[in-house]
T-cell receptor, first 114, second 115 residues
């Protein structure tokens, strides 16, 4: 089975801190995604990557950056955390190509910025 | 722009009964895919069912079926014989055009199954 692992389940940070959220997948998937989940808004795409060192902005990239130095790892970076970035962050991965390819998700990181 | 709408913030159902969770979508692309995911309180997103826009039959996976009405742009999830373990958030999603398997999600419906 595909496993997508997010390094932290809960994280508490201070305003202005630089925050790294790590995600690792073990099935050689080309595509990786970072979503943010907020009540009443569902999941919104922050960034995605379709290959090593390749990245594309999603719908809400402001205040975030990403890094993909290895195929299995996709990191989300909050350069200077703000309280409005308090949220659940979900990482996902998928194969490239087939239209019915589903996304496999990690368990999520609940980030609180104080 | 593509959009997914789930109009039911919360639903409840009695154990062993069937329940329908609504999902409507908007797209001008003739080729698209629709997904349903379940998110229990543990937080992990669990894939339930997929429907392609050209699929002739409604998708089914065990107790889950997708009532796909293309002309109405609706893709409702039907859960038969509800179980207590079905209590969770349910998200409808659509593959965006342009490849890369990006999904856009609805706001979700929280389902509570009562004994």
């Amino acid at each position: 089975d595909v496993k997508v692992t997010q390094s932290s389940r809960y994280l508490v940070k201070r305003t202005g801190e630089k925050v790294f959220l790590e995600c690792v997948q073990d099935m050689d998937h080309e595509n990786m995604f970072w979503y943010r989940q907020d009540p009443g808004l569902g999941l919104r795409l922050i960034y995605f990557s379709y290959d090593v060192k390749m990245k594309e902005k999603g719908d809400i990239p402001e205040g975030y950056s990403v890094s993909r130095e290895k195929k299995e790892r996709f990191s989300l970076i909050l350069e200077s955390a703000s309280t409005n970035q308090t949220s659940m962050y979900l990482c996902a991965s998928s194969l490239y190509g087939q239209s019915n390819e589903k996304l496999f998700f990690g368990s999520g990181t609940q980030l609180s910025v104080l | 722009a593509q959009k997914i709408t789930q109009t039911q913030p919360g639903m409840f159902v009695q154990e062993k009964e069937a329940v329908t969770l609504d999902c409507t979508y908007d797209t001008s692309d003739p080729s698209y895919g629709l997904f349903w995911y379940k998110q229990p309180s543990s937080g992990e997103m669990i894939f339930l069912i997929y429907q392609g826009s050209y699929d002739q039959q409604n998708a089914t996976e065990g107790r889950y079926s997708l009532n796909f009405q293309k002309a109405r742009k609706s893709a409702n999830l039907v859960i038969s014989a509800s179980q207590l373990g079905d209590s969770a958030m349910y998200f409808c999603a659509m593959r965006e055009t342009g490849g890369y398997n990006k999904l856009i999600f609805g706001a979700g419906t929280r389902l509570a199954v009562h004994p």
